[in-house]
């Protein structure tokens, strides 16, 4: 047990003091402080916020600027609408120069017509908000046209109360549906992206200790199957730590970011209302998820003598996450439709299929429980084939790029 300890050691403190994990685990971090910042760094950049936020209007009606004033100030917008004198040709030469960002033609010629002229017709932030209250004052006077008071134009535009009800007992409502779908999402995204980087780390750590040798020394001092699971539980064990990581750098950002935008990413994405039972099937499906995966790394890893040759190896692997992910993905919107049911139970892509599940439906417990089953009866079965399959492979050399290989490292293990 002490050889296992050393190993499970020196794979996680190894990994752990490498360029490439600081690196990753800097640029993730500091990405997560920057986006939830976004708006203030944008804010900065622009400058005055109040010269940003003042519409230049062209009207001949002081009539619409009173009204377009007021349905800025019962739509709560930061935008303030002021008459201005200049020419069109003197606003748009404002306009590039960066003295404005925007102007507004308002004409009322038995119809209200409106041009909003900006720097680039892709902003549409600004552009949107003008655009609304424009259309406002157009149904405000055509009912004054129509000879409609106040509370027939209300009930003109009232919304009709639409209520979506599913028969199935394993259905959430709408409202639940759009709590849990951001939160299901990114931990799906979290999953998808552990069991294709850690796995693959471990394969690239078996072939470069065959390809320098260093292998040769190890399993003369320690069996190549404990050799194998202390490589997988110490990269499992740093893979945990990095996500913790990522996770509190998530949080502190968005909690120390101070702006409504960001404080209002916990509700839209479901964090404030999730069920308890949701992160730990999202701990427990990382989990499983990536053992199943990492013994399978290993077994692959332990097959090439070359670093090189790892990737092509590992293709079949990546391409069952691959399909695992696409259906997860697309499950988001069908979370009940029966290949996605259907797949939740296949081993390889029960981490993110039956996660997506437990996160969108409420499902008897019994379903959730049988995949864990079969996954732990996977990763049994796979443990024992693929220490078969190590104990020879980490003793073969020279050039192996076939699955073929197997056989002969079952064999060869066999002699050993």
Known sequence: MHSFWIIFKQAFITKARTKSFLITTGVVVAAFFLLANISNIIAIFNGDENEENTLHVVSENPALLENLQAQLVLMNSETEAV????????????????????????????????RYVSESANEMGGGAEIENAVQAIHTAITAESLGLNDGQVGQL???????????????????????ARGLVYVL??????????????????VATEKSSRVMEILISSVSPVKHMFAKIAGIGSLGILQMMIFGLAGYFAIQTAGTDLTKGVFSVMGFSEVKISTFLFAILFFLLGYFLYAVLAALLGSLVSRTEDVQQLMLPMMILIIIGSLIAFSGISVPEASYVTISSYIPFFAPLVMFLRVGMLDLSLWEPLLSIGIMLLTIGILGWFGARVYRGGVLMYGSSQSLKDIRKAIHLGNKK
């Open 157 to 179: 535009f009232m919304p009709v109360e639409f209520e979506r009800q599913a028969v199935s007992e394993s259905s959430k409502s709408q409202e639940e549906l759009s709590q």
């Open 188 to 205: 799906i995204m979290l999953i998808y992206v552990a069991v294709i980087y850690y796995p693959n780390m471990i394969a690239m750590e």
């Open 83 to 114: 008459p201005t004198y200049l020419t069109e040709a003197e606003l748009q030469k404002s306009i590039t120069e960066g003295t404005i960002d925007d102007y507004l033609v308002l004409m009322l010629d038995g119809q209200l017509s409106a």
